[in-house]
């Protein structure tokens, strides 16, 4: 018994060990970026890689560049990215589960076919549907807009296929007593349903 317990620590530290190596050498790059960034360009390039950091040297000349350099135009970036993150984001979870739960709950005729061409669409490479995207953004105006970033992208059949796939094992009482309520069909998803496809 007590052979199993040591036997049990030595695995479990070799897996703390294990881990926190890991974790220090995924961790490392993003300690670097930040000790280099108060660092001025000249010492990085002398000193090359190292994570020492002189006080008397350290200044915050970067991201002053960083804020005001080429008039503003990397805060203009980080707006685009967020931005299109966030557009992004709600889009896709708002299309995707709406898809996926009707495909998932609702019988209707060629609802298989459907969800066939939905896997299908998941094996095609993204390389193969940038050219047909690119022409379709630009016959609907969307180029240089955030419209023309978001909206190629804005259903994943991969989320649909996970959606739906959540949306079977959700229990049909509960649909059934929102009828009885008097809930819509629409009311339905977004009060009952919806809320239980949230982590």
């Known amino acids: 018994m007590a052979s199993k317990a040591l036997k049990s620590k030595i695995t479990n530290a070799a897996i703390f060990i294990t881990l926190f190596a890991i974790a220090v050498f995924c961790l490392a790059p993003f300690v670097f970026l930040f000790v280099s960034s ?10 090359g890689i ?13 991201y002053k560049l960083l804020l005001e350099g080429r008039d503003g135009i990397y805060l203009y970036w980080y707006r685009n990215s967020l931005v ?5 984001t709600v889009l896709s979870l708002f299309f995707t589960s709406l898809v996926g ?3 998932a709950i609702y019988d209707f005729k060629g609802r298989n076919f459907l969800f066939i061409l939905i896997l299908i669409v998941m094996v095609i490479p993204i ?3 940038i050219l047909p995207l690119y022409k379709l953004s630009i016959s609907l105006k969307l180029i240089d807009t955030y419209w023309g970033a978001v909206l190629p992208f804005a259903v994943s059949p991969f989320a649909v296929f996970f959606f ?3 949306s079977i094992k959700l229990p049909r009482e509960l ?3 929102g009828r009885i309520d008097g809930c819509t069909e629409i009311g339905i998803y977004f009060r009952i349903m919806a809320p239980l496809m949230l982590p």
Do not use: V
Request: zero cysteines; charged letters at 20%; a neutral charge.
């Open 127 to 129: 390389e193969i549907l």
């Open 175 to 177: 649909l059934d007593a």
């Open 101 to 103: 739960y009707g495909l």
């Open 164 to 166: 739906r796939q959540y």
């Open 50 to 62: 190292t994570f020492k950091l002189d006080i008397n040297n350290m200044n915050l000349n970067n």
């Open 38 to 47: 108060f660092k001025p360009g000249a010492e990085m390039i002398r000193n």
């Open 84 to 88: 299109i993150t966030f557009l992004g």
